[in-house]
């Protein structure tokens, strides 16, 4: 599985066609305590950067973008319930939503871990 980061603080894990996305420690660390996410609807096909969702926390409200072009598959329905799961595992079961992939080359302009840790640095 790869990793892979945008300069809007969303992360990817990649596996195969599917990406699995969230919201980065970084973000979540600048947004304080979430108390509400809008996820995607499961079918809608997204472009690259569209806002896929919205993240609002005590402090501010923030867009999620797609961090690649693609159809959702999945979207965490854990997270809407409890959206506290973005701040106590923003990299684990606090993802957002699952998206397959339309244009796999994308990927290749995201950041690795060592550029977006240079980037939140």
Do not use: C
């Not at 894990?13 to 996820?39: M, N």
């Not at 993240?55 to 999945?74: L, Q, W």
């Amino acid at each position: 599985m790869t990793i892979k980061y945008t300069p809007d603080h969303e992360w990817l894990s990649i596996d195969g066609d599917v990406a699995t996305v969230g919201i980065t420690h970084h973000a979540q660390d600048a947004l304080g305590d979430v108390v509400f996410v809008d996820l995607p609807e499961v079918g809608k096909a997204f472009a690259q950067k569209d806002v896929a969702g919205v993240v609002e926390s005590v402090k501010a409200a923030a867009d999620v973008y797609m961090p690649v072009t693609g159809e959702i598959t999945e979207v965490n329905e854990a997270l809407r319930a409890d959206p506290a799961l973005a701040n106590t595992d923003p990299l684990g079961a606090g993802w957002f939503f699952k998206v397959k992939l339309s244009a796999p080359a994308e990927l290749d302009a995201l950041l690795d871990e060592t550029a977006y840790s240079t980037l939140t640095a």
